[in-house]
């Protein structure tokens, strides 16, 4: 059964760091992009980041660009986003997602392009 399961995930302070963790099972992650979505209440989901299969595409929101990280640990199968300098704005569910299309070129932010979801963890930056 594939499943993704994010953590890291927490209360910080305004300019504090969290580093979130896309963990799989049932497949290896090796092969596919993976993607980081948010979702704030009353707001859609958007796009944050994103790396491809091989780790040699990555893609950021404007947002977070400069701030947040994202990198692949295939002996781990995971993905991690490492975030940097938060905001308040920043605060939301964090969600990651892969479109098991194996080895497909690229990545993008778009989620409709993702087929298999985490149940999310929750973000959240005090000012």
């Known amino acids: 059964q594939v499943q993704l399961v994010e953590s890291g995930g927490g209360l910080v302070q305004r300019g504090g760091s969290l580093r979130l963790s896309c963990a799989a099972s049932?497949?290896?992650?090796?092969?596919?992009?993976i993607g980081w979505f948010r979702q704030a209440p009353g707001k859609e989901r958007e796009g944050v980041s994103c790396?491809?299969?091989?780790?040699?595409?990555?893609w950021y929101a404007g947002s977070v660009k400069g701030r947040f990280t994202i990198s692949r640990d295939n002996a781990k199968n995971t993905v991690t986003l490492q975030m940097n300098s938060l905001k308040p704005e920043d605060t939301a569910v964090y969600y990651c997602?892969?479109?098991?299309?194996?080895?497909?070129?690229?990545?993008?932010?778009?989620?409709?392009?993702?087929?298999?979801w985490g149940q999310g963890t929750q973000v959240t930056v005090s000012s």
């Open positions: 997602a892969t479109d098991l299309l194996k080895e497909k070129p690229g990545c993008g932010l778009g989620s409709f392009e993702y087929d298999y």
């Open positions: 049932g497949f290896t992650l090796d092969y596919y992009a």
């Open positions: 790396i491809s299969s091989s780790a040699d595409t990555t």
